[in-house]
């Protein structure tokens, strides 16, 4: 069956490093990635997509990466400041499914 | 005023009471989501709707139903709750063009 995992369930990082945010996922039809920031108390937000025909995306201060041969996604997150420490979740979908499938989510935390 | 909106908030309800928690949503999307989320288990999709008349059950449907009264609003109803289904209810929208979600800020719910 679907199944999308994080790595990492606590990520702890100083401020101004890079952080870096994992998920796997298994499976191979699955052609569609979001990431997603969920702060205390609010509902996720979008941060950046990218489809299977892309292998990175970037936007400002993240990057994506996308390895389809070992079915893993990641989360760049440059220059990581204190309005980034969240629960970062990604998501996944395929042609033929109606919703998106969303994995556990990792905390990052980002020690001034 | 938030594109997606969710009420209550919060609510504290006995088991065996009935509850609905309400979505709307101003950003025109046709498809509405209710999901749920409980610690270390990411969101959960519970019931799906593309259009008004079309309503599809998510992974744990169980003991939940949804009523899509307009293109702008979903609600979603515990028949009788029970204290399991206690944990962070969250209301999405999309569209066609574009697979990401718009979020509510969430409804916590709380059966005892």
């Known amino acids: 069956g679907e199944n999308v995992g994080l790595h990492l369930p606590t990520l702890s990082v100083q401020e101004g490093d890079n952080s870096i945010i994992n998920c796997a996922y298994s499976?191979?039809?699955?052609?569609?990635f979001i990431w997603y920031k969920q702060e205390s108390g609010k509902g996720p937000q979008f941060i950046i997509d990218?489809?299977?025909?892309?292998d990175k995306r970037q936007g400002q201060r993240v990057t994506v990466l996308l390895n389809k041969t070992v079915k893993h996604l990641s989360l760049q997150i440059a220059a990581t400041q204190p309005g980034d420490s969240a629960v970062y979740f990604c998501?996944?979908?395929?042609?033929?499914?109606?919703?998106?499938?969303f994995g556990s989510g990792t905390r990052l935390q980002v020690q001034p | 005023d938030a594109d997606v909106t969710q009420t209550p908030r919060n609510r504290i309800t006995k088991t065996g009471k009935r509850i609905m928690l309400e979505c709307s949503q101003t950003?025109?999307?046709?498809?509405m989501y209710w999901y749920r989320q409980d610690p270390g288990l990411g969101l959960r999709l519970i019931y799906y709707?593309?259009?008004?008349?079309?309503?599809n059950k998510g992974e744990i449907s169980d003991g939940y139903s949804v009523s899509r009264q307009a293109q702008a609003k979903f609600s979603l109803s515990l028949e009788s709750a029970i204290p399991n289904q206690t944990a962070l209810y969250f209301c999405?929208?999309?569209?066609?063009?574009?697979?990401?979600?718009?979020f509510g800020s969430g409804t916590r719910l709380t059966v005892v």
């Open positions: 709707s593309f259009d008004v008349k079309d309503i």
């Open positions: 950003k025109g999307h046709d498809r």
């Open positions: 990218i489809r299977s025909n892309m």
């Open positions: 998501a996944e979908t395929h042609t033929g499914r109606r919703a998106l499938t």
């Open positions: 499976n191979s039809a699955s052609d569609y």
């Open positions: 999405a929208t999309s569209d066609l063009s574009s697979g990401g979600y718009t």
